[in-house]
């Protein structure tokens, strides 16, 4: 029999009307190299302040993307975390790792159930399907976070080092998540080299997430495009939902 080819996983985060236009760049700069397997990571009120409105033109767009093939993901209600983290590991996890942006890290089960929910809800009446999966904004979930996700069996949740189905509990890939960072200086330069190395994993499951705040520095532009162009090489661009067939 022969082997299944390595495959290539790809998702814009933050998928907002707050961040419209670089949505727009990142489903061009992705697009061109695995067409419509993408997935999309959808905030249905980022930081309170940008709601997707049911019947807006936002909402129409995103429905679009659905049916031409993008794979829709719950990503948080709001994406920043709100709550004071009780352990001080998790104060310190969510400060250094995502600059306040880890909602679902500190919420107990009952507050993520309902954010779930809610999220699910807006986003299914509006793209008329089911949602894909749920994704955590910074892929930090807390127990609360973890229960809820098996609770409401939502079928494809990920994190920074594997991908698994919260409704029957299955590991579905292993392996980091490339993605890049451009908050500091540092950070950037540390998430180029970390590309460069990651791109050549030798990986059954290659994934690649790419964020609004990328398009505005070239440097990123330029090594998420060449980790791209190096990963199809060798690699068949799919969608989550395929690890789930196989
Ligand atoms: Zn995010």
């Known amino acids: 029999m022969a082997r299944s080819p390595r495959l290539l996983l790809a998702s814009i985060h933050d998928v907002s009307?707050?961040?419209?236009?670089?949505?727009?760049?990142?489903?061009?700069?992705?697009?061109?190299?695995?067409?419509?397997?993408?997935?999309?990571?959808?905030?249905?009120?980022?930081?309170?302040?940008?709601?997707?409105?049911?019947?807006?033109?936002?909402?129409?767009?995103?429905?679009?993307?659905?049916?031409?093939?993008?794979?829709?993901?719950?990503?948080?209600?709001?994406?920043?975390?709100?709550?004071?983290?009780?352990?001080?590991?998790?104060?310190?996890?969510?400060?250094?790792?995502?600059?306040?942006?880890?909602?679902?890290?500190?919420?107990?089960?009952?507050?993520?159930?309902?954010?779930?929910?809610?999220?699910?809800?807006?986003?299914?009446?509006?793209?008329?399907?089911?949602?894909?999966?749920?994704?955590?904004?910074?892929?930090?979930y807390g127990e609360g976070a973890l229960d809820a996700l098996r609770q409401a069996e939502i079928p494809i949740a990920e994190d920074h080092f594997r991908v698994w189905s919260p409704a029957n509990g299955r590991q579905l890939a292993r392996g980091p998540v490339i993605t890049w960072a451009s908050r500091t200086r540092l950070r950037l330069a540390s998430s180029l080299a970390a590309g460069g190395l990651l791109r050549r994993l030798p990986i059954e499951v290659l994934r690649v997430g790419v964020h609004p705040a990328d398009v505005s520095e070239s440097v990123l532009v330029q090594s998420i495009e060449k980790t791209l162009r190096v990963a199809i090489r060798s690699r068949r661009p799919a969608r989550y939902s395929h690890l789930l067939a196989a």
């Open 17 to 140: 009307p707050r961040f419209e236009s670089e949505v727009d760049r990142l489903l061009d700069l992705l697009g061109a190299h695995v067409g419509n397997r993408i997935a999309l990571l959808v905030v249905p009120n980022h930081w309170g302040e940008a709601p997707i409105l049911p019947g807006s033109p936002f909402a129409g767009r995103l429905r679009g993307w659905a049916n031409g093939g993008a794979e829709i993901f719950l990503h948080g209600f709001y994406h920043r975390d709100a709550s004071r983290h009780e352990r001080a590991s998790d104060r310190l996890r969510a400060s250094l790792m995502t600059a306040g942006e880890g909602e679902f890290l500190g919420l107990g089960r009952r507050e993520a159930s309902a954010r779930i929910a809610g999220g699910r809800r807006l986003i299914e009446d509006i793209v008329g399907r089911r949602i894909d999966g749920f994704v955590a904004p910074a892929w930090l």
